[in-house]
């Protein structure tokens, strides 16, 4: 009896680790990766073990937009670094009394 409860009890603490576990697999969104990348990359991973030929042509669509939005994402934070740099060295060239916020 007392080792039916505490199998019982050992398989109850399991589903619950398993539970855990499977709640923290949810993959992170990155910020960078477009909304229609995203509809892209479910597509593939739904025609992966049906249609080879598909899979295939969806695997590189799949890279270029990877690419295109990566591409948009650091040109976005090269011109956010360029427009911070220009403000520091005009208030550098300007006289501390001409500084305007």
Same mark, same amino acid.
């Given at each position: 009896?007392?080792?039916?409860?505490?199998?019982?009890?050992?398989?109850?603490?399991?589903?619950?680790?398993?539970?855990s576990?499977? *709640?923290? =697999?949810?993959?992170?969104?990155?910020?960078? @990766?477009?909304?229609?990348?995203?509809?892209?990359? %479910?597509?593939?991973? +739904?025609?992966?073990?049906?249609?080879?030929?598909?899979?295939?042509?969806?695997?590189?669509?799949?890279?270029?937009?990877?690419?295109v *939005?990566? =591409?948009?994402?650091?040109?976005?934070?090269? @011109?956010?670094?360029?427009?911070?740099e220009?403000? %520091?060295?005009?208030? +550098?060239?300007?006289?501390?009394?001409?500084?305007?916020?």
């Amino acid at each position: 009896m007392g080792a039916k409860l505490l199998v019982a009890s050992s398989l109850r603490g399991t589903q619950n680790y398993r539970s855990s576990c499977l *709640d923290r =697999q949810v993959a992170k969104k990155k910020k960078w @990766i477009s909304d229609a990348t995203y509809a892209a990359i %479910r597509e593939k991973k +739904e025609a992966k073990g049906k249609d080879k030929k598909r899979y295939q042509e969806l695997k590189a669509e799949v890279q270029r937009k990877l690419r295109v *939005d990566k =591409q948009q994402q650091l040109e976005g934070m090269c @011109i956010g670094i360029r427009s911070s740099e220009l403000k %520091r060295k005009f208030q +550098e060239a300007l006289p501390d009394s001409q500084i305007y916020d």
